[in-house]
């Protein structure tokens, strides 16, 4: 094994990615019994945060990829880093690329008017994707790409501590929920994310990537119910 690969493993390895895909969603609820150090202020909170966004977006910036030799910019967030909810996409396309924003085409302006039908707006939440660079003719990431990523992406999820994952799309659902099975399958009820950090469940939907509903609107009734189902339990924790 070359030292780069090795590097690499070993990252993954710290980060907790130890399995990948399995036959059933994995339920990440297991108790964990760390105790959590003492509260600090919320402005010290916001200044370690902005801080640490930009120490994961410098080590996306360095892992090296293939997929930097066709894409133009990093994409990493939007959003909020207080956000109580995650949205997380596939990869940029084409305007995210040239904006360096998730989210920002066609399919971001869906996903504009699907958080404004439950009262969000895109600065109350956090926006990313599973892969940060373009892949090239907007393929969809290979599962490789997926697994390299990963832990970029888990890290974000510890940081904004958020409590609810919302996942656009089957590689999002598959990257977070360790399985292959179809969003068919998987929307419509709640699955639990576990962090290895986190000492908490976060509830997490997978259901239908805007791209999807603009090809298929037939489906937006479904993804209506799924956005439902995430208002339903923020305004109960409100
Ligand atoms: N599709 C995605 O999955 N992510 C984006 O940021 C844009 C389109």
Redesign the pocket.
């Known amino acids: 094994m070359n030292q780069s690969n090795k590097k690499n493993l070993d990252f993954i390895k710290n980060s907790g990615v130890n399995y990948f895909l399995q036959d059933s969603p994995r339920n990440w609820f297991e108790s964990d019994l760390r105790t959590n150090s003492s509260p600090k202020l919320s402005k010290d909170i916001n200044i370690d945060k902005s801080y640490k966004i930009q120490q994961i977006i410098k080590k996306i910036n360095s892992f090296d990829t293939p997929l930097k030799n066709s894409a133009k910019n990093l994409?990493v967030y939007d959003g909020s880093l207080d956000a109580k909810v995650i949205f997380i996409?596939?990869?940029?396309?084409r305007?995210?690329d040239i904006q360096g924003?998730?989210?920002?085409?066609r399919?971001?302006q869906l996903l504009n008017k699907m958080l404004a039908a439950i009262n969000l707006k895109r600065e109350d939440v956090y926006?990313t994707?599973v892969v940060n660079w373009r892949p090239p003719d907007n393929r969809t990431p290979t599962d490789d790409e997926i697994l390299q990523f990963l832990p970029f992406l888990q890290e974000q999820i510890d940081l904004i501590n958020p409590d609810f994952i919302f996942l656009?799309?089957g590689?999002?659902a598959k990257a977070i929920l360790s399985t292959p099975l179809t969003l068919g399958k998987l929307r419509g009820y709640w699955h639990n994310y576990k962090s290895l950090q986190l000492n908490k469940t976060i509830y997490t939907i997978a259901s239908y990537?805007?791209?999807f509903l603009l090809r298929s609107p037939q489906y937006k009734k479904a993804s209506w119910e799924d956005l439902q189902m995430l208002q339903k339990k923020l305004n109960e924790k409100n």
């Open positions: 994409v996409g596939e990869a940029p396309g305007d995210e924003l998730p989210f920002v085409g399919a971001g926006i994707n656009l799309g590689v999002a990537h805007p791209s």
